[in-house]
């Protein structure tokens, strides 16, 4: 079983909202002071649930990322995982592309690595929350799709995967290859371990420009996106909080109580 | 409307509909008051396509409700609803539709086919809209969305007028109104399709019924999270619902710690209610988790931590820990209620 895990690096969605800041003017998110970016955590539990597939069946599992800059961060942070190999996608003609690009250009990678049983993808990735490469990846591949996975089991040429429902969950058999998108019911990532960390800064991370990949450059960047982002705004804040006073909480609470009744809501 | 006009292209507005026990469900009502309003103001035809067995009853709902056509694949192979057949359907009734738009609510369903659907057309798609509107000048559709997990919003437009994809997040907006006068077509969807190019084999379906008032139904809500500190606490919450004759709901946190069933979580990826009053216990207010509530008329809540991030985005809060806040919050509720 060979499988590539698609990873994004991204600002770190954790971090408090009074944190969070924007140029509206730019159009852009400002990259949070003295927080260094992260791997999307959807991805980190793709990952995860490769390591676990590798664990059982054999094989490796391979890191993929497309960054505006040849920097291995993420890469590495799978590798440190366990993960066996990994590349980063870079070029200046990659800037400004959108989701169908992205597919596509993971898919030309996917192509040049060869020999793939199974992609996985994050469900989204925590900063654009679109949710749609995983997908248009598949459509790309032509392979068979299932998305928001919580665990594969394989047997021989096809996979078991269960879907998370909103109230409950479905299984598939897909024939490999295939792309699966992986959803938090995956459960908590592994810590890199020590020796990860090691075996993963002696590894070679390759760096694969538009012309390595055979990318179609009327197929990338910002003239080929299909959608323009026209504002990006902070919302505003409706409420105004009344915050309840009293000698002992149980004061505060019974008149909490009377207040929640006065709203006629109740 | 132009119900007898030739189909003008890339104008019409599509709607995937989804059908719950024989009735529009009511994240595909809502698509319809958006739908309507989008189709008036483009001065088009509302499509409603529906797929599964036992959807004739819903069709002439779907009428009621607003829809000038309702598409109807049913019986054999389509009750089996696999997500290759709703992209098979959609492909061939884009190409023949060309619609300006074709909206999926924010559902298990919508959110699996609306990219595979952009993937098969290869036309631009956004998901768990909040708003649509039409931009005047230059005639295109104006997408609202929450990114950066609700941080900020994120306004998009499609770069052509060619078809383009969206599915709306469920909870943003009323339900269209019925009525009964409103006359419409059904068109049955013929069943070609190309079954050996399916692939995936959809081996069963698990469904996992909640006990108690269905969260998305109820009128009040109250939701424990991460402050609540394990299983043990969750009673309380059960019984300050009770009390309320309220739904319980989770935060992100009870959920991966396994202290609740999955199937409680309210938030960016799990349920989005908007009830008329939501309490929360032990949040933090997460963006993530106020993307399933904001909607809500009264927000209470409840923590220790007074910089919680949650007291911002509420209208009554009380500082303290729940352990001794709600016994007596239930006791005060509970006498004046039955008084």
Redesign the interface.
């Known amino acids: 079983m060979n499988i590539v895990v698609c990873i994004k690096k991204i600002?770190d969605?954790e971090i408090?909202?009074?944190k969070?800041k924007?140029d509206t003017e730019a159009k852009r998110?400002l990259p949070p002071e003295g927080i260094p970016p992260v791997i999307n955590p959807y991805d980190e539990q793709a990952v995860e649930l490769a390591l676990r597939i590798k664990e059982k069946s054999g094989g490796k599992v391979i890191g993929l990322t497309i960054d505006d800059e040849a920097s291995p961060t993420v890469v590495k942070h799978a590798l440190s995982m366990g993960a066996d190999e990994g590349y980063v996608l870079t070029d200046a003609t990659f800037l400004g592309s959108?989701?169908?690009s992205i597919?596509y250009i993971l898919a030309q990678a996917i192509k040049k690595i060869g020999d793939v049983d199974l992609v996985l993808c994050g469900?989204q990735a925590?900063?654009?929350?679109?949710?749609?490469v995983?997908?248009?990846l598949?459509?790309?591949l032509k392979y068979?799709?299932?998305?928001?996975a919580s665990s594969i089991e394989v047997s021989g040429e096809t996979l078991?995967v269960s879907r998370?429902?909103?109230?409950?969950?479905?299984?598939?058999?897909?024939?490999k290859p295939a792309v699966v998108t992986v959803?938090?019911?995956v459960?908590?990532s592994r810590l890199p371990s020590g020796w990860g960390i090691i075996s993963a800064s002696r590894k070679e991370v390759p760096v694969w420009d538009a012309s390595a990949i055979d990318a179609d450059p009327i197929r990338i960047g910002g003239g080929a996106?299909?959608?323009?982002?026209?504002?990006?705004?902070?919302?505003a804040?409706e409420?105004?909080?009344?915050?309840?006073e009293g000698e002992t909480?149980?004061e505060?609470?019974?008149k909490?109580?009377?207040?929640?009744?006065k709203?006629g809501?109740? | 409307m132009n119900q007898n006009s030739e189909i003008s292209k890339y104008e019409d507005v599509l709607i995937c509909g989804e059908v719950n026990h024989s009735k529009i469900s009511t994240v595909t009502t809502e698509l319809m008051r958006t739908g309507r309003e989008l189709a008036d103001r483009l001065g088009k035809s509302l499509h409603v396509l529906l797929v599964g067995k036992d959807i004739e009853e819903a069709s002439s709902e779907a009428i009621a409700l607003g829809a000038d056509k309702v598409h109807l694949a049913s019986g054999a192979p389509f009750e089996e609803s696999l997500p290759e057949f709703y992209v098979q359907i959609l492909t061939r009734l884009c190409a023949k539709l060309e619609p300006r738009i074709v909206l999926f609510g924010q559902t298990d369903m919508g959110r699996d086919i609306a990219p595979r659907l952009a993937g098969r057309l290869d036309v631009p798609v956004f998901l768990d809209c909040v708003k649509l509107d039409i931009d005047l000048d230059s005639q295109s559709i104006l997408l609202t969305k929450p990114v950066y997990g609700g941080n900020a919003m994120a306004e998009w437009k499609a770069h052509d007028q060619n078809t383009q994809i969206a599915t709306m997040r469920p909870r943003v907006t009323e339900p269209a109104e019925s009525d009964d006068s409103r006359q419409g077509e059904i068109l049955p969807v013929p069943e070609i399709l190309d079954e050996p190019s399916i692939k995936v084999k959809l081996l069963r379906t698990v469904k996992e019924e909640s006990k108690g008032i269905l969260l998305e139904d109820a009128k009040v809500v109250v939701a424990g999270g991460g402050g609540i500190g394990g299983k043990e606490g969750f009673w309380l919450i059960e019984e300050l619902a009770h009390t309320l004759r309220g739904a319980i709901g989770i935060s992100r946190v009870p959920c991966d710690e396994g202290w609740m069933p999955k199937n409680l979580e309210i938030g960016q990826t799990g349920h989005m209610v908007r009830p008329d009053v939501y309490i929360t216990v032990g949040i933090s207010g997460a963006p993530q988790h106020l993307a399933g509530c904001s909607g809500s008329k009264f927000i209470v809540a409840i923590n220790k931590d007074p910089d919680a991030h949650i007291f911002k985005e509420s209208d009554l809060g009380l500082v303290g820990d729940y352990r001794e806040a709600l016994p007596s919050l239930i006791e005060k509720l509970k006498s004046i209620l039955s008084a």
């Open positions: 600002p969605p408090p909202p009074a969070f924007l998110v959108d989701s169908l597919a469900r925590a900063d654009w929350d679109d949710g749609v995983g997908s248009l598949a459509e790309t068979p799709l299932v998305t928001l078991k998370v429902l909103l109230d409950g969950y479905q299984e598939f058999a897909v024939p959803s938090s019911e459960g908590k996106a299909r959608k323009e982002l026209v504002k990006l705004y902070v919302p804040r409420r105004q909080c009344e915050i309840i909480i149980v505060a609470a019974e909490l109580a009377e207040k929640l009744l709203t809501l109740i």
